[in-house]
């Protein structure tokens, strides 16, 4: 069974978490100590600067090992800092990159039809997933009513929102996989008790992807909880790491 980790991150931010990954090789250590076999990684500079920034800086995880999946941000196209929707998906393809994260708080745009219509066109079409992070000052409620709007537009999207609260936000998310077949959350830090079991009964184990949040969390906590949840050894793997392969497989660049 592989780990493959869906939401960590490599930099040195304006404010450092306790124990911080300055370059991909403390992502690599923290792998190998958990028994992590792949990462989907970003530069913390994709939402402490900009993806103009960050996005070049994130592929030098791959030049580290290809155990280092790296993953881009996006920006509004209007703006024109990482080119029209044509420019931006052909740069995609050139550099390999087959997910995008969304940071409207850090980077101040609205996640919607409006800003993102043709590029959520070509995401829906292309199967290219879009990872949402819960955002630090966003809250959990802004996130999910980003998500439901963006969704309701584009239905067949691959959404994914990252990181969500310890505390168990079921109430926000639940009605979103209920309606949206392509709609998951990750696990980093997902704690509620038999949220894990009861996601994969309810909804189908595709609807989780195994995360970690690292730097920001320990990769061990993620690996614990999952490895102990009470799922049948199938639905465990396609968690772990069956679901994102597919994703990054089935993404049409």
Not at 79 to 98: R, S
Not at 140 to 159: I, K, S
Not at 183 to 203: H, M, N, P, W
Request: with cysteine; aromatic share 10%; charged share 20%.
């Amino acid at each position: 069974m592989e780990f493959f980790d869906c939401n960590c991150w490599y930099g040195v931010p304006m404010s450092p978490p306790l124990d911080p990954a300055p370059t991909p090789a403390e992502v690599l250590a923290e792998m190998d100590r958990v028994g992590v076999q792949r990462a989907l990684v970003r530069n913390c500079a994709v939402f402490e600067e900009s993806p103009e920034v960050g996005n070049p800086l994130t592929l030098q995880a791959r030049e580290a090992s290809d155990r280092l999946v790296p993953a881009w941000a996006i920006l509004p196209p209007q703006t024109g800092e990482l080119g029209d929707v044509a420019t931006f998906l052909a740069a995609m393809k050139a550099a390999g990159v087959a997910a995008l994260w969304a940071y409207p708080n850090a980077h101040r745009y609205l996640l919607n039809t409006t800003t993102f219509g043709a590029l959520f066109e070509e995401l829906q079409d292309r199967g290219i997933p879009l990872f949402l992070p819960r955002e630090e000052g966003s809250g959990g409620l802004m996130c999910y009513a980003a998500a439901n709007e963006v969704l309701r537009d584009f239905p067949r999207l691959t959404l994914v929102v990252a990181g969500h609260g310890s505390w168990g936000e079921d109430r926000y998310f639940r009605p979103l996989m209920e309606r949206f077949p392509n709609f998951a959350v990750d696990t980093s830090c997902y704690e509620l008790d038999g949220g894990i079991a009861e996601i994969c009964r309810k909804y189908g184990p595709h609807r989780l992807l195994f995360g970690t949040a690292f730097p920001i969390m320990r990769m061990g906590g993620a690996y614990l909880g999952l490895l102990h949840a009470e799922i049948s050894d199938d639905h465990r793997a396609w968690v772990a790491g069956g679901n994102l392969k597919r994703l990054l497989e089935q993404a049409r660049l």
